[in-house]
């Protein structure tokens, strides 16, 4: 997260909700890996799983995980 320029202590989100749901129009395919929003937006691994567990924790996305793989994948509800 960014540095709030008016207060030192706070920090401002630099990546939305919004922003992720953005990278399943990007990226080709029915699923992607929290790698791929990593690499799309230029956040950490660490942001772009906690976004995608947000989006997942509002119905938003789907998961399966198999060994250390995790696919991520629009919900049916966020694809009408």
């Known amino acids: 997260m960014a540095e709030d320029d008016s207060h030192p ?3 401002t989100e630099q990546y939305s909700t919004d922003d992720v749901r953005a990278v399943f129009d990007e990226i ?3 699923a992607l890996i929290a790698a791929d929003v ?3 937006l230029g956040c950490s691994r660490d942001t772009a799983r906690n976004k995608l567990g947000e989006l997942h924790a509002e119905g938003v996305v789907e998961t399966r995980e198999k060994g250390r ?3 991520w994948w629009l919900a049916e509800e966020a694809n009408q």
Request: aromatic fraction near 8%; glycine fraction near 8%.
């Open 9 to 11: 202590t706070r920090f």
């Open 28 to 30: 080709p395919g029915p």
């Open 69 to 71: 793989v995790t696919l």
């Open 38 to 40: 990593r690499d799309e």
